[in-house]
């Protein structure tokens, strides 16, 4: 795969509850669900708050700055995909660390990458004949870099 | 709670088989499965006419070799005429269709439930790699992810290698666990293997030959990976009322464990340094009065290594954090060690029973039939059994009668 290259991927069902976020990237910024009545933040995407119970639930912006919490350097090729090795992580979102994502830490060398790392959002744009996606994908945070601490 | 309550403690295993067991035996999955099956209603001294309760796991469900038959398949085969039956995958663990068994039993649904969880991975695994196991995995285009998968999938990550992985990494980032200690959970499985003549891989492992292994997903190796197989495992799960004469000394059902008390995700759960089993061992302790310095021999779940130290921390073998040197240089759960551990070679080197072969494995110490690998205490009298891992986990403590 050549660099810059977009990789295959198996894209995710854009149901009527999650579409919000598989399209949010489509103007570069990441969303969640949010109860707009306590202000909890929720994923994957429920039709209710699980702390109240509202139905008043909107895809609500966030930085898209995020902390690695933990990250595991895929050698195996289970399937076609990025080129090989490369870095499935979960993150933690700034706005509510208990909200996480599995993703790929992308633009650095997956020995880089390290629990505690900051990255922030960069979309990864798929088209599509069944509905276009943009898969948030974590870089390095230049405006945090060197934040927490490795090698612990 | 009354300990008339903890109704699980009115079931014991009377009976348990297996079929042939083989990396790739290309045989009728049903054929092993109903092979098991009589296995251990034979192991039991019963007639198949006795059987009148039927659980399994996971039910003709998943991927190609996941399921080797379903209830309705063994039900039909056998003829049976059952008061309870039971099937599915959300439950605890594997062993939740063993531990449903022994609450129908407990609660007079049934006297003789028949237990089965039957594989045939190892054939439909081919000469390929192993494959994604989820639903969607195998990288065919037009497929969508749904499901949990709809939140892994779309970033390469269709194996609960990588999932559990992570929990892996978070473990050696908190408490400092390493791949020298890691290697000791597939590094015993190896050296008991040796002794189970139905077990997968005999041949000696090093640390060198672990440590120089193709890396699949850090911190995991092959090694710390489980081997796909052909095999069924059941059990006769019977009311101790009804398996006082029978052939084999019972092994009673002490507690069980079956508690999931954080979200049920793979990424969400609150603590990726512990598992569901977190939940489930401390659910198990409450029911009993025995402690986890009681244990003879611990079965404990490796469908990837890593999963073997979650356990022992889960259960209370050892403190939290502290697996990792608890496990070092392995003498202390070697057969002759303080807690012998996966006593048949596990599922890493034993073959990918999925669970059952765990509590195979505690009823086979508990009767003192291990020949060979026969833990070094003389007669033990509490194993416990595990399976599971991520966010589908159950324990059962067992003891002699």
Known sequence: MAEGEVP????????????????????????????????????????????????????????GRATVHTFSINHQPWMPGPELPYTVAIVDIEEDPSV??????????????????????????????????????FEPDPDRAGDGERGQ | MNASDIIERRACVSGIGQSEIGRRLDADPLTLTLDGCLAAIEDAGLRVGDIDGLSTYPGAFGPSGFSGAGAVDVHDALRLELGWHDSGIETSGQLGSVIKACLAVG????????????????????????????????????????????????????????WIAMFAQRHFHEYGTTREQLAQIALNAR?????????????????????????????????????????????????????????????RVEAVGTALRGRPSWDQFDDLSTM????????????????????????????FSFITLSWLEALQLVPIGESGPFVEGGHRIARDGELPLNTHGGQLSAGRLHGYGFLHEAVVQLRGQGGARQIAKANPQVAIAAAGGGNTCGCMLLTRD
Not at chain 1, 15 to 28: I, L, Y
Not at chain 1, 114 to 133: K, L
Not at chain 2, 282 to 296: E, G, I, M, N, Q
Request: glycine share 8%; aromatic share 8%.
């Open chain 2, 107 to 162: 609660a007079g649904l049934a006297r003789h439930v028949l237990c089965f969880r039957s594989v045939w991975e190892g054939s439909a695994q081919g000469s390929k790699g192993r494959a994604g196991i989820m639903p969607g995995g195998d990288g065919k285009k037009g497929v969508r992810a749904s499901g949990f998968t709809e939140w892994t999938l779309p970033f390469s990550a269709p194996s609960a290698a990588v």
């Open chain 2, 191 to 251: 050296k008991n293997a040796a002794l189970n003549p139905n077990a997968i891989y005999s041949e000696p492992m090093s640390m060198d030959d672990y440590l120089s292994a193709r890396l699949i997903s850090t911190p995991f190796c092959l090694f710390d990976c489980d081997v796909p197989c052909d095999g069924a495992t059941a059990f006769v799960i019977s009311h101790v009322d009804a398996a006082r004469d029978l052939r084999q000394p019972p092994v």
């Open chain 1, 100 to 137: 996480r994502l599995t993703t790929n830490i992308v633009g650095c060398s997956p020995d880089d990458v390290y629990i505690g790392m900051p990255v922030r959002v960069v979309f990864e744009h798929h088209e599509a004949d069944d509905g276009e996606v943009w898969l948030p994908m």
């Open chain 1, 8 to 63: 295959f991927r198996i894209l995710p069902a854009l149901s009527e509850r999650s579409g919000f976020f598989w399209r949010s990237g489509r103007d570069g910024v990441l969303r969640f669900l949010r109860c707009t009545d306590c202000g909890a933040w929720l994923h994957p995407p429920l039709p209710l708050c699980p702390v109240d119970h509202s139905k008043n639930l909107a895809p609500t912006p966030v930085s």
């Open chain 2, 276 to 303: 569901a089993n977190r939940d489930a061992g401390a659910h198990l302790w409450s029911r009993t009065d025995l402690k986890p310095s009681d244990v003879d021999c611990a079965q404990l779940y490796d469908g």
